[in-house]
């Protein structure tokens, strides 16, 4: 047992020449009378005001002594922080005592029959009265009856104990270093028909060594109802921000504050540090957080810090007023701030988010992002059902592919044996058999296999319903609008174009087949009904699309590992190519108005689309190669459409197979054939 004062225990040591226990060792010395006088433990009659009870008898006997000998100073009130901490031990602890809890017996006591926080209710669930424990969302908690007595001046007495006890324990979970956080309770309100009262810990103490003395009493409105015995001390400056909670939150009656390192580093995920909210999903522990199950999307707000921690109020109000479902707010490059509906529930809620954020960065270190909806490793009874027909199906291919020595298609395979359309902006479909490990484990990496990087865009770097679901709907929302501003002669020119990518279809074709009008309107709402990708069509779409980025109305999407990708890349040289069936004016627009800001500079103007080429065909690839300056066999290909991985191999280069969530699913051939990366830091590693 450690005699250190942040222990807040005492070591009571036997005398030198106490016997061993042996057979041999002589009876137990029977105890004096003073001794027999003391009340003994028993579940019954224990409570923890039996050291306050020893403590100030001693003091009673010490202030009569003192009277007796006309020394004044004597019977004042014993200063704050003075007790068993700075090693005042009541006389009546002698070594022949049974002492409660550091023997068999009284361990025995306190772990059958006593809790070991601080507390004025009897007991406490995260599952809620109205809720069972089958329920995958809790929301409120629930509480025992009130071991209370009634009295105000107890009922604080515990809470500022309960206060300090609490910082106690945050400073030895390394959330409470330095001064720093802290702890409001509140309690009271119209629940109990009588105002509330707000209990805070001060500011610039040490945490570990807080007592019920140091703590302030406040009302709503802020103001001092009852301030700490000890002196000289001030609130914290993070009091503006429990009432900012407590004012936007009814149901809160406890704030934490913290220094957690795990929580500074979670806000630090996103390297341009512009993110507003943190994405966290399937993570068991997102249940202990309060509104969210195992496979909802967490999402935590980040504010940006300031000097002082009350100027932080207004970020803090707005972030509560947007995230509504969330019980904490993140502040970068400082910490969090967690509540909740008890005491209790707000511990248990700030210990959850405390481990969510520890993996999310420990997921980053492994290539992975906590936002990101896993596609395997979590069981539903309709995906095992559908694993078994897919598993029947392949059984059936195989047999036909044995029976005609045929060998393998290489075109992208879809539900119902069609065939994918050779196109891009498609809609999110159900891709999760393709997070199974495949086969192919060889993924290549950057700069040891190779310094230059040609990466899709659909898919790839961005979320392939980005197009489908944004920036085409933008196009056709405004469409007939931008048209009507467009000059005569830019009409004649894009007409043309328009006309010449009706030309260059099949004549089966079904947009050939619709026969559309020679009207601007008509041919691009044909082409993009039919999800065509044609030279003139995307020129007027850049054109649209730049107007949209310019406004602020279009904001370009890239996943979360995209830039700390690129920052890997130009710190090891590599070179970072974009070849998307997006013109590259298109391109260069997505990509200089993301959510993260600018990115273009990453890519040297390193672009290419169509006018290389189909994206299905091998020579697309070499004359890439060729504009580069660098043979096939050097160039890294990641995309998530099968054909264009095939052609990208068929050119000579080495081709990696993109898995996000929503992509169109793979064939078996591919997942065999091909590596599969689902984040793009997966192809970064040391040059060694």
């Known amino acids: 047992m450690s005699s250190s004062t942040s222990d807040k225990r005492v070591t009571i040591s036997a005398p030198a020449n106490a016997p061993t226990r042996s057979s041999k060792a002589p009876p137990r010395r029977s105890m004096g009378p003073r001794q027999q006088s003391l009340p003994h433990f028993t579940p019954d009659n224990y409570s923890s005001d039996e050291d306050d009870k020893f403590f100030h008898e001693g003091d009673k006997h010490a202030s009569l002594g ?32 049974t002492l409660h809890p550091y023997t068999r017996s009284g361990r025995l006591m306190l772990y059958s029959h006593h809790r070991r926080w601080i507390n004025f209710q009897s007991s406490w669930s995260r599952i809620g009265k109205d809720s069972t424990e089958l329920d995958a969302v809790h929301k409120e908690s629930s509480s025992g009856a009130s071991i209370m007595t009634g009295c105000l001046i107890e009922e604080a007495k515990t809470v500022k104990a309960l206060v300090s006890q609490l910082c106690e324990c945050f400073y030895k979970a390394g959330w409470a270093t330095g001064t720093g956080g802290g702890v409001s309770i509140r309690v009271g309100g119209p629940a109990e028909n009588r105002p509330y009262r707000v209990f805070v810990a001060p500011s610039g103490v040490q945490k570990e060594d807080m007592v019920g003395d140091d703590v302030f009493e406040l009302d709503m409105d802020g103001q001092v109802v009852a301030p700490p015995k000890t002196p000289m ?10 009432y900012v909670v407590y004012n936007r939150v009814p149901s809160a009656m406890c704030v934490i504050h913290t220094h957690s390192m795990n929580a500074q580093l979670a806000t630090l995920l996103d390297p341009t540090e512009k993110s507003e909210a943190l994405r966290i999903t399937h993570l068991e522990m997102i249940k202990g957080v ?13 504010i940006d810090n300031r000097p002082s921690e009350d100027l932080l109020a207004e970020q803090l109000d707005a972030a509560i007023l947007k995230y509504p479902k969330c019980n904490a707010v993140l502040v970068r490059r400082h910490g969090i701030y967690a509540w909740g509906d008890s005491w209790e529930q707000a511990k248990a809620q700030c210990e959850s988010f405390d481990y969510l954020f520890e993996t999310a960065v420990k997921m980053k270190g492994m290539g992975l992002d906590c936002g990101v909806v896993p596609v395997s490793g979590t069981y539903h009874v309709e995906k095992k059902k559908k694993k078994l027909e897919e598993e029947k199906k392949k059984e059936d291919v195989e047999m036909n592919d044995a029976s005609s020595n045929s060998p393998p298609a290489k075109r992208q395979k879809m539900e119902g044996g069609g065939v994918a359309p050779a196109f891009n902006g498609s809609s999110a479909t159900n891709n999760e058999a393709d997070l199974v490990c495949s086969d192919k484990t060889d993924i290549p990496i950057v700069p040891r296999d190779s310094k230059v990087l040609l990466l899709d865009i659909e898919g790839t770097t961005t979320s392939i319903s980005f197009v489908k679901d944004v920036l085409f709907p933008f196009v056709l929302k405004n469409l007939e609008a931008y048209v009507d501003k467009m000059t005569d002669e830019d009409k004649k020119t894009t007409l043309a174009e328009l006309i010449a990518d009706l030309d260059a279809l099949d004549e089966n074709h079904a947009v050939k087949k619709m026969n559309p009008q020679h009207t601007i309107v008509d041919i691009v709402k044909a082409l993009m009904g039919s999800d065509v990708k044609a030279t003139g069509l995307k020129s007027l779409q850049g054109k649209m699309w730049k107007s949209g980025y310019a406004s602020g109305e279009l904001v370009g999407h890239i996943y979360s590992d995209f830039l700390p990708m690129l920052d890997w890349c130009k710190a090891n040289d590599v070179k970072v190519c974009i070849y998307s069936s997006g013109s590259i004016g298109a391109q260069k627009l997505l990509f200089k108005h993301t959510e993260k800001g600018d990115i273009t500079e990453y890519f040297g103007g390193r672009h290419f689309d169509t006018t290389s080429g189909s ?8 004359t890439i190669a060729s504009a580069l300056g660098v043979k096939p066999e050097e160039i890294i290909f990641v995309s998530d459409l099968e054909a264009e991985i095939y052609a990208a191999r068929d050119a000579g280069m080495r081709a990696v197979v993109s898995v996000r969530p929503g992509n169109a699913p793979l064939s078996v051939e591919t997942k065999k054939d091909f590596p599969i990366v689902r984040s793009l830091l997966q192809l970064c590693g040391n040059s060694n």
Request: glycine residues 8%; charged residues 15%.
């Open 233 to 242: 001390l001030r609130q914290s400056a993070c009091t503006p921000l429990w």
């Open 290 to 302: 309060g509104n969210h199950s195992y496979d909802s999307v967490l999402e935590v707000p980040i």
């Open 615 to 622: 994206k299905k065909e091998a020579a697309s690839y070499q």
């Open 66 to 97: 003192a009277t007796k000998n006309g020394d004044a100073a004597a019977t004042a009130e014993p200063k704050p922080g003075s007790g068993w901490t700075n090693g005042q031990v009541p006389p009546q602890f002698t070594p022949t005592m």
